[in-house]
Structures are given as structure tokens and as C-alpha cells.
């Protein structure tokens, strides 16, 4: 089983819907949590990390439910620049770097 | 505000060439550095990482090795490249004064394609 899971997508969504992926890891010792966005052929950027409360920035909700080990990442409004490869991303104790998922691509379409 | 280069940004090389790739970070001291690899259509691989000079952790044993002269310089190297070393190289920064587990930054990569 792979450390962190992803949906691979590709996710097809209209301007302006809203769109929810979700993540699970496998380590419960897990102790930090971020998304991602990679665009084709670029390297990741951070989008927000993940809090336990859950928070907002912008038009972006990520959750963190640490019982059954998933995070979600909600876009509302989507845009086409929205469009990309959303990484979950997990870190614990033993390793010294981030685990990353395979992503999650999303095209938005006009 | 922190900066991360990479270079080359792209690299074509013959099976059995030696490989060399830099990556420099400014505007921050004593980072945690990072070497991913990322093959077409894959998830991030890490390969190695480095909490100070000269000190290296190997993720995944290959052909491949690390080093840290500096500290703020990682460079990534082979002696003789396989048609499986083609990917996305990626260095990252995180950490520092903040400690390992934090957000990492990436560079922008060196696509490497093996012929």
C-alpha cells in the first residue's frame, strides 16, 4: 500500500463548479500536511498547508480528519488557471523529507 | 526572500556519460536540502537529503550520488548514466532554522532525457 493515495483524476469540471479531492495516508504517526499544485512540466508549489481546525485561503478549503487518516482539498468557484496536478503531501517522524502523492489533475473547462 | 536555482534546465545524454547537476539556494542559512526525482506521468521520488555540509542520507540505493560542499549548494552526480535515470530532477529547500518536517520549496528542475 502506498504511503499517501490519491485519486489520479483527470477531474473534468465547468468554470465556476466545485470540486473536492481527497487524500489518505497510511502512517498514523503522520504530522504534517500540505498541498501541492504542479503544472505540466513545472515544479510543485506550495498551495496551503493543512491544519487539524481545517482552514481557508481564498477560494481553497483543505480538512485534515486525523481518525481516518484522509485530508480534502475543496476549490470553489474554479477557474481555468485552477487547472493542474494537485499534490497530497505528508510528513512523520522517521523521515527527514516529505512523502508526496501521485496527484490529482484537474482541467477546468470554459 | 529565499531564491532556489537549478541548472541546467534541460539535458540530453548518451547511456554511460557522467551527470552532474547543481543547485544553489539564497537568502536563507543551514536549509535542509532535497534531491526528487520525478519520472513521466509518476509521483515525487525522493533520492537524497542533507541536513548540513557534507552530510548526505541516501533514499533509494542507485547509481546515483549527492553532495554538499556548501551550505547552500547540492549537487547531484553519476558516473555513468542508465536509460532509467531520465526524469524531472528537483531540488528542494525546507527547514533551516525551523527544523525538518516543514514546508519545502522547490526548484524550478532539470528535465534529463537518456539516450
Known amino acids: 500500500r502506498k504511503e499517501v493515495e490519491q485519486d489520479p483524476g483527470p477531474f473534468n469540471v465547468p468554470e465556476g463548479a466545485t470540486v473536492a479531492f481527497n487524500c489518505t495516508y497510511s502512517n498514523s504517526a503522520s504530522q504534517s500536511f500540505f498541498w501541492y499544485r504542479q503544472d505540466c512540466r513545472k515544479e510543485p508549489k506550495l498551495l496551503m498547508s493543512v491544519y487539524s481546525s481545517g482552514n481557508e485561503d481564498g477560494r481553497f478549503t483543505a480538512q485534515l480528519n486525523r481518525a481516518s487518516q484522509y485530508i480534502s482539498l475543496l476549490i470553489r468557484d474554479s477557474k481555468l488557471s485552477d487547472s493542474a496536478t494537485y499534490l497530497c503531501v505528508v510528513f512523520h517522524t522517521g523521515r527527514r523529507a516529505l512523502t508526496f502523492g501521485s496527484g490529482t489533475r484537474l482541467q477546468v473547462q470554459p | 526572500s529565499q531564491t532556489i536555482h537549478q541548472w541546467p534546465a534541460t539535458l540530453v545524454q548518451p547511456v554511460g556519460s557522467p551527470l552532474s547537476l547543481e543547485c544553489t539556494v539564497e537568502?536563507?542559512?543551514?536549509?535542509?536540502l532535497y534531491w526528487y526525482r520525478q519520472a513521466a506521468g509518476r509521483g515525487l521520488q525522493l533520492l537524497f537529503y542533507?541536513?548540513?555540509?557534507?552530510?548526505i542520507s541516501s533514499e533509494v540505493p542507485q547509481n546515483l550520488s549527492a553532495s554538499r560542499p556548501q551550505d547552500r549548494q547540492f549537487i547531484l552526480s553519476s558516473k555513468k548514466l542508465l536509460l532509467s535515470d531520465s526524469g524531472f530532477y528537483l531540488c528542494?529547500?525546507?527547514?533551516?532554522?525551523?527544523?525538518?518536517?516543514?514546508?519545502?520549496?522547490f526548484g524550478p528542475g532539470t528535465r534529463l532525457t537518456v539516450l
Open positions: 528542494a529547500w525546507g527547514g533551516g532554522e525551523r527544523g525538518v518536517g516543514d514546508t519545502q520549496y
Open positions: 537568502g536563507t542559512s543551514n536549509p535542509n
Open positions: 542533507s541536513v548540513g555540509i557534507g552530510q
